[in-house]
Structure formats: C-alpha cells, structure tokens
C-alpha cells in the first residue's frame, strides 16, 4: 500500500514560495488501479513524483508497505525504487541505444550479470508485443511503440507499484487505447499496483478503480470512478467530465437545463423518449454520453426544459417519480 500523509511542496523563487501541493492524504491499495487527474498545473505531476522522491514533500511523509521513504538512507532508498517502475509522457528513452539496451539499462544498474538481463528484456518485449524490435533505435520506432519500450524497461527490475505520468497525452487515440489495454493486462497478471495521471476523463473512465480529483494543489473529491462520474461533487469533477462538450455556448430559446444521470437498468431504458410520450411535453437534448465502466453502462444527460414554469414543473416531477437522479446546470459551470 502507499500511504500519502498531511504532505505539503513548495518552490522557492526570488520573491515568494510556490505551493505545488497542499495538504494531501491519499492511500492506493495493493493491486488497484489508481487514477490522479486534472488540468495542466494542477500539480498532479509533482504529487506522483513525491511517491518516489524525485520531488522530496516540504512536510508530509510517503509511505511505501508502511515504511516512510523520508526515514531510507540513500543507499536503502535506491534499493526501494526499485520497486517503483515509473513511465512518462515523453518516453525518455536511451536514443543512442538499442531497445533491448534500453530495458537492460535498470538491471545494468542493478548489475544483474549481462545473460540473465537479455533474459529478462526479451520476455519483456514478448509481454508488450515487441520480440521483433529488440536491436531497433528509438528513433525507427512509433509513439504507441516507444511507449511500450518504456513499459517493458519500467518493469525489467520486478516492480510491485507503477507511477504512469501522462503516459498517452503525446499518441494517438489508437495507440492510446492500446496502451490502456496493455496496462491493464500488467495489473491484471502481474498484481502490479499502478497510479496513472492524466488530465483525460477517458483515459481514468477507461481504466481506473478509483481516482483522485487534483485542482490548486489541493485533493478535492477521491472516489470510485463510478461514482464520480455519475455523480461529481467538485466543480473541477463536473468540469472534466463536460469539458469535452459545449452545451453551455449553445444558443436556444428554451428554459432552464438539468443534468441528468442514470446508470445500471436505466441506461439501457428509453428514459427521455418514456418520458416525452407520457408528458407530451418538449424536451430539447443538448448533450448525452454513456461510458461503459466493469460491463455496466452508465451515462448523463444535458436537457433544456421547456421555458412554462408549469410544463417544468411536470418534467421534474416525473424525473423524481422515477427515481432519476437531476442537478440543475448552471452557465457558469
């Protein structure tokens, strides 16, 4: 398990102290797939980079299997990471070395005799699909497969957690979806723990158990994605869920809107059509998207009701009768 208590990181400048995290506490269980989002200088890159010290916490502590990484000598400190592959969005990879020196580079490190890490690397390549590019160069290589060179080097030293800094943010949604799928399948058949940050709803909707909603360096909401994204209790949740769509810009001549959520049974129900038909009432749909999380779809809409106090009325009223869950959508969201 890691545990992250109470931590705090500032950067000195000439003039004053810049606070990158504010008083974050977060556990991620063994096993899990954990997600950390938001938007660009949130701090989430800082926040997984304190999991491992590359960034060293102002105050707070990091806890690695109930052992605080700020108590480990330099020397026992090395020694834990190498428990803890990291990926990044750049691939920093070797690029005047092969891809199989480029796995090897860890164990090098580690000075694993030189057969025992050919060994090591060409299993690794067959696990990310790789076994025909072991004497290639980074440069000969695609986004998706430079990617895949650096997860096979993240994993070359056996590691028990996986930190993922924006590790699809520079490929293609092909590639990305790849990636994803790959990584799933590491947690899957090695137990290997992994904590991605990313700034893309999808990416956590598509792999995440639960995450962790970062905004101003500060922790604001931390769930299972279900619930999240059914229902969001930060505004930074709600935007990076609707950030994609701009129902809010479109001009219309009707009344107030609602978002409204369903999941399970519902989704798979002709909920607004049900209730057009029985009401009689227009219902103009700005906005709907369905996401299938653990084979259950869920999904939210954006309405427009009618602009009749009445009429709106008799919409919102069928809405609570039949247990669908609406929050009004304000234009300033």
């Given at each position: ?5 109470n ?46 010290l590359?960034?060293?916490?102002t ?28 990926i990044f ?14 796995i ?18 060409r299993?690794?390549?067959d ?15 695609s986004g998706?497969?430079?990617q ?54 999808k990416?956590?909707?598509d ?11 500060s ?27 701009n ?10 809107r ?20 029985e009401l009689g ?5 700005l ?7 653990d ?27 039949h ?11």
């Open positions: 398990m890691i545990e992250i208590k931590l705090n990181k500032s950067f000195k400048t000439k003039d004053k102290d810049i606070i990158a995290l504010s008083d974050i506490n977060l556990k991620i269980n063994d096993n899990e797939i954990f997600g950390i989002i938001g938007l660009s200088g949130a701090g989430k890159s800082t926040l997984v980079r304190t999991i491992n590359l960034e060293r916490p105050t707070g502590d990091v806890l690695i299997d109930g052992v605080s990484l700020l108590s480990l000598s330099k020397k026992e400190l090395l020694e834990k990471r190498r428990n803890i592959g990291m969005q750049n691939f920093s990879l070797l690029e005047q070395a092969s891809v199989i020196k480029n090897c580079f860890p164990l090098e490190i580690a000075k694993v005799k030189k057969d025992e890490r050919i060994k090591r690397a299993y690794l390549l696990v990310v699909g790789l076994s025909d590019k072991e004497n290639s160069y980074p440069s000969s290589l998706g497969e430079r895949r060179v650096a997860i096979a080097r993240a994993l070359s030293t056996n590691p028990k957690y996986l930190l993922c800094d924006e590790p699809t943010s520079a490929l293609d949604p092909q590639n990305t979806s790849q990636i994803l799928s790959l990584l799933k399948e590491i947690n899957k058949n090695f137990g290997v723990t992994i904590i991605i940050i990313t700034h893309e709803m990416v956590v909707e792999i995440c158990d639960r995450v962790a909603v970062i905004d101003s360096s922790i604001v909401e931390i769930g299972n994605v279900k619930e999240v994204f059914i229902n969001p209790k930060s505004k930074m949740a709600h935007d990076l869920l609707l950030r994609n769509h129902s809010k810009h479109i001009e219309t001549s009707g009344g107030e609602v978002r409204v959520t369903f999941d399970g049974l519902l989704s798979k129900e002709p909920i607004i059509s049900n209730m057009i038909l009432l227009p219902v103009n749909i906005y709907a998207d369905t996401k299938d999380i084979g259950i779809i869920y999904g939210h809409m954006i309405l427009e009701l009618p602009k009749e106090e009445d009429e709106k009325k008799k919409i919102l009223l069928w809405l609570e009768k247990n669908i869950s609406y929050k009004e959508e304000k234009e300033d969201v």
